[in-house]
């Protein structure tokens, strides 16, 4: 049943949540560099990036989207309390340092997602497109990521797959219907719109079973082989499914920002090589020029379309041009710093990611409140 106050949709309260996340997991640098906290806050900053900022994110969208995609029972109060909840025990923890707790927790944020789909799709009984099927298979690539973490303590493996592997197979699989719709490419399919077909369903799992491969392959130490076969897969991704280089109905900011994190997506793959001597720093733009920037500029559209604003603000909006184009300075120069933590280079990068979530959030907020 829907709750009666249902006017108060889960990405009003989590996707604020997450610009918290992201605000407090950058800080814990100028922090450290200030000497005003005494941990070195590696763990507690990738932490609150990935399980706080961008685990909001992905809740709030699916939260509020999955119902819709799937025709089935719209999400409950207590389900958005439990996930408010976890938000802010997540900050709670990494800002006290307690980062294997943190990390035990991500355990049941994803169980807690899990349950989420499974209570629709035991409605539903059918996947709304073909691309779907990566949102169970992150799901189940992340928990594994997790249990391996609790049993082993292994954090490169947590991170590499409850971290990277589980957005990124999140990007791919809804960017697949999301990307060329918001981009308004032609013959795009809305979210909600059945395109399943057999044939489509068993290309999308095979394409599904070879990218998550490779993180195998990486867990097996073949790191070089496993990131040149995971960045052509991302590149075959972006031409094929979303539309990289086909031209729009009409172009708009939003449309040209999503062909340009698309790019990043393979560019942060490729540079993460250990070959090139960039892994760390590639990681980085592929988080701030990929995960960052896709999940803005996805997020822009479901603020404008739940808030029952004009579509016309992603064609020539000068706030997302300054989005886009500090997200790209702060992926550059993270890059430029390349290992060196404390540079100058990092601190300014820090800035143009700031600059970039207030001019989102204040257009949120402008969004939320001619609404009330």
């Known amino acids: 049943m829907e709750p009666k106050n249902h006017d108060i949709e889960p990405y009003k309260i989590l996707f604020p949540i997450g610009i918290l996340c992201s605000v407090i997991g950058l800080s814990f640098w100028i922090l450290f560099q200030s000497r005003l906290i005494n941990f070195y806050p590696a763990e507690s900053h990738g932490n609150l990036m990935y399980f706080g900022f961008l685990w909001t ?20 109060l207590a389900e958005i309390s439990v996930a408010v909840s976890f938000s802010f025990l997540q900050i709670i923890l990494t800002i006290r340092n307690e980062t294997r707790l943190s990390s035990y927790l991500v355990l049941f944020q994803l169980l807690f997602l899990l349950f989420f789909l499974i209570r629709r799709f035991i409605i539903s009984r059918k996947f709304p497109f073909a691309g779907f099927i990566f949102i169970p298979t992150a799901l189940l690539l992340a928990l594994s990521g997790a249990i391996i973490f609790i049993t082993t303590g292994n954090r490169s493996l947590f991170l590499l797959l409850s971290g990277e592997a589980f957005v990124l197979n999140l990007i791919l699989g809804l960017g697949s219907r999301l990307v060329p719709v918001i981009s308004r490419l032609p013959n795009a399919l809305l979210p909600h719109q059945n395109s399943n077909t057999k044939e489509s369903f068993i290309g999308s799992l095979i394409f599904a079973i070879l990218f998550n491969a490779t993180y195998f392959m990486q867990a097996l130490d073949l790191i070089n082989l496993a990131l040149i076969a995971r960045t052509l897969i991302i590149t075959y991704a972006l031409v094929k499914y979303f539309g990289l280089f086909k031209n729009p109905v009409k172009w708009t900011v939003v449309g040209v920002g999503l062909k340009i994190t698309s790019t ?18 590639g990681l980085h733009v592929l988080y701030i020029g990929g995960f960052v920037l896709i999940t803005l500029l996805i997020s822009t559209r479901v603020v404008l379309a739940h808030g029952g604003e004009s579509l016309d603000y992603e064609i020539s909006s000068r706030k997302v041009t300054a989005i886009i184009t500090c997200l790209i300075m702060a992926s550059l120069l993270r890059l430029l710093a390349n290992t060196h933590s404390t540079s100058n280079l990092v601190f300014f990068s820090f800035l143009f990611f700031v600059a970039a979530v207030a001019l989102w959030t204040t257009k949120m907020l402008k969004v939320e409140t001619k609404n009330r």
């Open 57 to 76: 994110f992905i809740a709030g969208f699916l939260m509020t989207a999955v119902p819709k995609m799937m025709s089935t029972m719209a999400v409950t």
């Open 264 to 281: 990043f997506l393979a560019l942060g793959t490729l540079l993460s090589i250990p070959y090139f001597g960039y892994s760390l720093a």
